[in-house]
């Protein structure tokens, strides 16, 4: 393939997320299986797409450093990206990354269009080594710099104090780590870490994942379901239950989309019998596709809305899992383009959704059961806020302090497990377990 078409590819892709709101692994999946691509052009692709992306906003603010006017959003995808190109791979002579963004111009928006981009990046690409960029304050270049949102700025330096807050966003523009779980019923641990050979290590995060130099979709380990995807935090959401793994249980996950964790519970609590829900179908579907390829059979697909109670759920479960929707701010580095969409008023309202459904969720406990709540997200308001409301409102339940075997992490005093994603290399997280007892009269 050209390089005319990856770049056109990543353009459409880049497009379909800023224009579209289109989250970008599902993006790149599409793009990658309509084109039939090679793994090098997919590598190519990905780097500009995820690096435009988590670079966006001090890309175009040195955009408009040297443009007069407003640019269009056609145009302003292909000289930002060309701008990242021009910045962070240096692989690529600048003439050649500046000839691809005018041809690509030309042929999306015509001539005229096209001399407009070569005027603007070649004057950017002679003053690459002094950019002479303006800010307002220092504090104004950190967060443009690093492409943080202000309002998403705000929030973590309120939370966690100015210099966390800005450990936290310059996480944001690192890479994770190749993270992969093992299927306990197709192969051990250890068989599997000799199979994948020099490629492959155990994770110090979580006891149940390793950590993979290269990801290969096309292996035939992943491809016959001896491993999973899942990061190392998400992982631990099966550890943090601490439960008998021999003992016979009912399990409930009430939002279980896409499904990694259901899996994994049902995979460790081998005897027990699960039932994954969501409110959407063709999310089930997902999970009954993983289901039949890692060979699980103790679990059930339920189109159940975690928001409305069902009556048959009551009082009959052992340990209900609530992972619930959340802002995502914990997944930053997988998914750059939430930070643009974090604002104070919608964590307010995913917030409230959160504490909906915990609330309906308790009610399915059994007394001495366990209720256990996770988010992917690092806000307070969707997290330990929650649950300290929750703990107020419900006297019948106890926060109870999580233990995890084999694993670096530390547990909070409180007892929860918080992962700001700066800490470990992997996603920000939290996770509460919570008791029910006897409700005393």
Same mark, same amino acid.
């Given at each position: 393939?050209?390089?005319?078409?990856?770049?056109?590819?990543?353009?459409?892709?880049?497009?379909?997320?800023?224009?579209?709101?289109?989250?970008?692994?599902?993006?790149?999946?599409?793009?990658?299986?309509?084109?039939?691509?090679?793994?090098?052009?997919?590598?190519?692709?990905s780097e500009v797409v995820y690096g435009t992306i988590k670079n966006k906003m001090y890309l175009e603010h040195i955009l408009k450093n040297?443009?007069?006017?407003?640019?269009?959003?056609?145009?302003?995808?292909?000289?930002?990206?060309?701008i990242y190109q021009l910045l962070y791979m240096d692989k690529t002579p600048s003439f050649a990354i500046i000839d691809e963004a005018v041809?690509?111009?030309?042929?999306?928006?015509?001539?005229?269009?096209?001399?407009?981009?070569?005027?603007?990046?070649?004057?950017?690409?002679?003053?690459?080594?002094?950019?002479?960029?303006?800010?307002?304050?220092?504090?104004?270049?950190?967060? @443009?710099?690093?492409?943080?949102?202000? !309002?998403?700025?705000?929030?973590?330096?309120?939370?966690?104090?100015?210099?966390?807050?800005?450990?936290?966003?310059?996480?944001?523009?690192?890479?994770?780590?190749?993270?992969?779980?093992?299927?306990?019923?197709? @192969?051990?641990?250890?068989?599997?870490?000799?199979?994948?050979?020099?490629?492959?290590?155990?994770?110090?995060?979580? !006891?149940?994942?390793?950590?993979?130099?290269?990801?290969?979709?096309?292996?035939?380990?992943?491809?016959?379901?001896?491993?999973?995807?899942?990061?190392?935090?998400?992982?631990?959401?099966?550890?943090?239950?601490?439960?008998?793994?021999?003992?016979?249980?009912?399990?409930?996950?009430?939002?279980?989309? #896409?499904?990694?964790?259901?899996?994994?519970?049902?995979?460790?609590?081998?005897?027990?019998?699960?039932?994954?829900?969501?409110?959407?179908?063709?999310?089930?579907?997902?999970?009954?596709?993983?289901?039949?390829?890692?060979?699980?059979?103790?679990?059930?697909?339920?189109?159940?809305?975690?928001?409305?109670?069902?009556?048959?759920?009551?009082?009959?479960?052992? *340990? $209900?899992?609530?992972?619930? #929707?959340?802002?995502?701010?914990?997944?930053?580095?997988?998914?750059?383009?939430?930070?643009?969409?974090?604002?104070?008023?919608?964590?307010?309202?995913?917030?409230?959704?959160?504490?909906?459904?915990?609330?309906?969720?308790?009610?399915?406990?059994? $007394?001495?059961?366990?209720?256990?709540?996770?988010?992917?997200?690092?806000?307070?308001?969707?997290?330990?806020?929650?649950?300290?409301?929750?703990?107020?409102?419900?006297?019948?339940?106890?926060?109870?302090?999580?233990?995890?075997?084999?694993?670096?992490?530390?547990?909070?005093?409180?007892?929860?497990?918080?992962?700001?994603?700066?800490?470990?290399?992997?996603?920000?997280?939290? *996770?509460?377990?919570?008791?029910?007892?006897?409700?005393?009269?």
């Amino acid at each position: 393939m050209s390089n005319i078409n990856t770049r056109k590819i990543s353009y459409e892709i880049l497009y379909d997320i800023f224009q579209e709101d289109a989250y970008s692994n599902i993006t790149l999946n599409k793009y990658f299986n309509k084109y039939k691509l090679e793994e090098q052009d997919k590598r190519f692709i990905s780097e500009v797409v995820y690096g435009t992306i988590k670079n966006k906003m001090y890309l175009e603010h040195i955009l408009k450093n040297y443009s007069k006017g407003r640019v269009k959003p056609k145009v302003k995808i292909i000289i930002i990206m060309a701008i990242y190109q021009l910045l962070y791979m240096d692989k690529t002579p600048s003439f050649a990354i500046i000839d691809e963004a005018v041809k690509l111009s030309k042929k999306i928006l015509g001539n005229i269009t096209g001399n407009f981009v070569n005027g603007i990046l070649r004057n950017i690409e002679r003053n690459l080594n002094d950019l002479a960029l303006k800010y307002k304050n220092k504090e104004e270049k950190f967060y @443009i710099e690093n492409s943080c949102p202000e !309002e998403l700025y705000s929030i973590l330096k309120r939370q966690y104090g100015k210099e966390k807050a800005q450990s936290i966003v310059k996480s944001f523009n690192s890479k994770s780590k190749n993270s992969i779980r093992y299927n306990p019923l197709k @192969i051990s641990k250890e068989s599997l870490l000799e199979k994948l050979g020099s490629n492959a290590l155990s994770s110090d995060i979580c !006891e149940d994942s390793l950590l993979l130099n290269k990801l290969d979709m096309n292996n035939k380990y992943f491809k016959e379901g001896y491993y999973i995807i899942q990061d190392e935090a998400s992982s631990l959401v099966a550890c943090a239950i601490g439960e008998d793994v021999s003992t016979k249980y009912n399990i409930l996950d009430t939002c279980a989309a #896409p499904g990694g964790k259901s899996l994994h519970i049902a995979s460790k609590y081998f005897n027990s019998s699960l039932i994954s829900c969501d409110k959407y179908i063709h999310k089930l579907k997902l999970i009954q596709e993983n289901i039949k390829k890692l060979e699980i059979d103790n679990i059930k697909t339920y189109e159940q809305d975690a928001t409305k109670c069902n009556i048959d759920f009551l009082n009959n479960f052992d *340990i $209900v899992i609530c992972d619930v #929707p959340c802002s995502g701010i914990g997944v930053i580095k997988n998914k750059p383009e939430i930070k643009y969409k974090i604002t104070d008023k919608y964590i307010e309202s995913i917030a409230a959704l959160q504490y909906k459904i915990l609330e309906n969720s308790k009610g399915y406990v059994k $007394v001495g059961g366990v209720l256990v709540y996770s988010t992917c997200t690092i806000d307070k308001r969707e997290n330990i806020e929650n649950i300290e409301r929750f703990l107020n409102e419900n006297k019948d339940f106890r926060l109870e302090k999580i233990t995890l075997n084999n694993s670096k992490v530390k547990v909070q005093d409180n007892g929860t497990i918080e992962i700001l994603p700066d800490d470990y290399e992997c996603d920000g997280f939290f *996770i509460a377990k919570l008791r029910k007892m006897e409700e005393k009269c």
